[in-house]
């Protein structure tokens, strides 16, 4: 079957009792079973009965095998937030004395995981420019346990060649970790790309216009015993499993990704053409427009899928805080991927309990303005941007 196919028609685990063609949602907390003998076998995973709602639940289970059939993936993890399988999948691979390999363009509360929180658990960090493959080379030791990367960075909108990143890592006998969830993994396939594990905000494109919060984590099954460590301690141990409720929206919502993604894609590339032409604004960054610097490495590794997120530049974090008050269609809000178009100052918001010389070290600038493009139509959008901007020159 064909992707999109795929996404609406995954088979059951179990036939229904009522013959639903939409799986129920099991709120429950525990099973009953028939006896001793299978009560053990679902507890020490020897069957794919679910012992308890807080590892295994039939409805977050149909959700991660829509996910595992449409990515091909060894194993597909659904958790509470982008977050939570992002530090899953790092204490997962990491240990006391390791060291993680990444940089430091990334999603500020990623940055603060890597760069602060995992120290204090004695996980060190060595930030490097991953576009730089000399440089990534010199970052790795003996006591690197991963090269971790956003496939498309927030909001510098860098893209690393993961290829190479994919080499330097094996040769190393290292993981490839990467944060995918700027482009969905039904428009590319990441593992043909040398990556090993994904994780994703399921909250974005997947949800289905911000509904509920999640995250995945997809295994490819080249990390050796990565799969039965996150099954059998990260999720034990940790608690962060996806709830029943919230994989029922992200199921529907899973159904609907091409069709929505395929509106906010061509809204973003029409906008971002459209916006060079407004004075104002002093740089569009789009990684869809053919001269942006990582468009022809984004078109090798992504296809002609270049997201449905973009920035622009205006001359101060004066003029940036007086267009974003003028918006009337577009909503100030954070998030990525909603239904309705958002407008967000990150340098003030998402990494405004960063210091100034943090940030810098970040390129996260005051000047910035981040725009993720929903499914209202496109000229509408424009007129409002060009009405914010034309109310700054007044």
Same mark, same amino acid.
């Given at each position: 079957?064909?992707?999109?196919?795929?996404?609406?028609?995954?088979?059951?685990?179990?036939?229904?009792?009522?013959? $639903?063609?939409?799986?129920?949602?099991?709120?429950?907390? $525990?099973?009953?079973?028939?006896?001793?003998?299978?009560?053990?076998?679902?507890?020490?995973?020897?069957?794919?009965?679910?012992?308890?709602?807080?590892?295994?639940?039939?409805?977050?289970?149909?959700?991660?095998? *829509?996910?595992? $059939?449409? @990515?091909?993936?060894?194993?597909?993890?659904?958790?509470?937030?982008?977050?939570?399988?992002?530090?899953? @999948?790092?204490?997962?691979?990491?240990?006391?004395? *390791?060291?993680?390999?990444?940089?430091?363009?990334?999603?500020?509360?990623?940055?603060?995981?890597?760069?602060?929180?995992?120290?204090?658990?004695?996980?060190?960090?060595?930030?490097?420019?991953?576009?730089?493959?000399?440089?990534?080379?010199?970052?790795?030791?003996?006591?690197?346990?991963?090269?971790?990367?956003?496939? +498309?960075?927030?909001?510098?909108?860098?893209?690393?060649?993961? *290829?190479?990143?994919?080499?330097?890592?094996?040769?190393?006998?290292?993981?490839?970790?990467?944060?995918? @969830?700027?482009?969905?993994?039904?428009?590319?396939?990441?593992?043909?790309?040398?990556?090993?594990?994904?994780?994703?905000?399921? @909250?974005?494109?997947?949800?289905?216009?911000?509904?509920?919060?999640?995250?995945?984590?997809?295994?490819?099954?080249?990390?050796?015993?990565?799969?039965?460590?996150?099954?059998?301690?990260?999720?034990?141990?940790?608690?962060?499993?996806?709830?029943?409720? &919230?994989?029922?929206?992200?199921?529907?919502?899973?159904?609907?990704?091409?069709?929505?993604?395929? +509106?906010?894609?061509?809204?973003?590339?029409?906008?971002?053409?459209?916006?060079?032409?407004?004075?104002?604004?002093? *740089?569009?960054?789009?990684?869809?427009?053919?001269?942006?610097?990582?468009?022809?490495?984004?078109?090798?590794?992504?296809?002609?899928?270049?997201?449905?997120?973009?920035?622009?530049?205006?001359?101060?974090?004066?003029?940036?805080?007086?267009?974003?008050?003028?918006?009337?269609?577009?909503?100030? $809000?954070?998030?990525?991927?909603?239904?309705?178009?958002?407008?967000?100052?990150?340098?003030?918001?998402?990494?405004?309990?960063?210091?100034?010389?943090?940030?810098?070290?970040?390129? &996260?600038?005051?000047?910035?303005?981040?725009?993720?493009?929903?499914?209202?139509?496109?000229?509408?959008?424009?007129?409002?941007?060009?009405?914010?901007?034309?109310?700054?020159?007044?």
């Amino acid at each position: 079957m064909k992707k999109q196919t795929s996404a609406i028609h995954t088979q059951f685990q179990r036939r229904d009792a009522y013959d $639903a063609i939409s799986m129920p949602v099991y709120h429950t907390a $525990a099973y009953e079973f028939d006896n001793s003998a299978v009560m053990v076998d679902a507890f020490c995973g020897r069957s794919d009965s679910p012992d308890y709602s807080r590892v295994m639940n039939p409805t977050v289970t149909y959700f991660e095998n *829509k996910v595992k $059939a449409l @990515t091909g993936a060894h194993e597909v993890i659904a958790l509470s937030s982008g977050m939570a399988a992002i530090s899953n @999948t790092l204490m997962c691979v990491a240990a006391a004395g *390791k060291n993680i390999v990444s940089s430091r363009h990334m999603f500020g509360n990623t940055y603060a995981l890597i760069a602060g929180t995992l120290g204090r658990f004695g996980i060190s960090a060595h930030l490097t420019d991953l576009t730089d493959e000399a440089a990534v080379e010199q970052a790795v030791d003996a006591d690197t346990c991963c090269i971790y990367l956003e496939t +498309i960075t927030n909001p510098q909108m860098e893209v690393a060649d993961l *290829k190479m990143l994919a080499a330097i890592a094996h040769r190393h006998g290292l993981p490839l970790i990467a944060d995918t @969830t700027m482009i969905p993994f039904t428009e590319f396939c990441a593992h043909d790309l040398g990556v090993d594990i994904e994780v994703v905000s399921s @909250t974005k494109y997947i949800s289905g216009g911000a509904t509920s919060i999640g995250g995945l984590v997809i295994d490819y099954g080249s990390c050796r015993d990565f799969g039965r460590r996150m099954r059998n301690e990260m999720l034990l141990n940790l608690g962060a499993y996806m709830t029943p409720h &919230v994989a029922y929206m992200q199921t529907i919502g899973l159904e609907t990704l091409d069709a929505r993604y395929r +509106i906010q894609h061509t809204n973003a590339c029409t906008l971002a053409r459209k916006l060079r032409q407004l004075p104002g604004i002093g *740089k569009v960054n789009y990684i869809g427009l053919e001269d942006n610097p990582f468009h022809d490495l984004a078109l090798r590794q992504f296809g002609p899928s270049a997201g449905a997120m973009l920035t622009i530049e205006l001359e101060s974090r004066e003029a940036c805080f007086a267009f974003i008050d003028r918006l009337k269609l577009i909503r100030r $809000a954070t998030n990525l991927f909603d239904n309705k178009t958002l407008a967000i100052h990150p340098a003030s918001t998402i990494f405004g309990n960063f210091s100034d010389s943090q940030r810098k070290s970040m390129d &996260v600038l005051d000047t910035t303005i981040r725009l993720s493009i929903g499914l209202e139509d496109a000229d509408d959008l424009f007129d409002d941007i060009r009405q914010a901007l034309e109310g700054n020159k007044q």
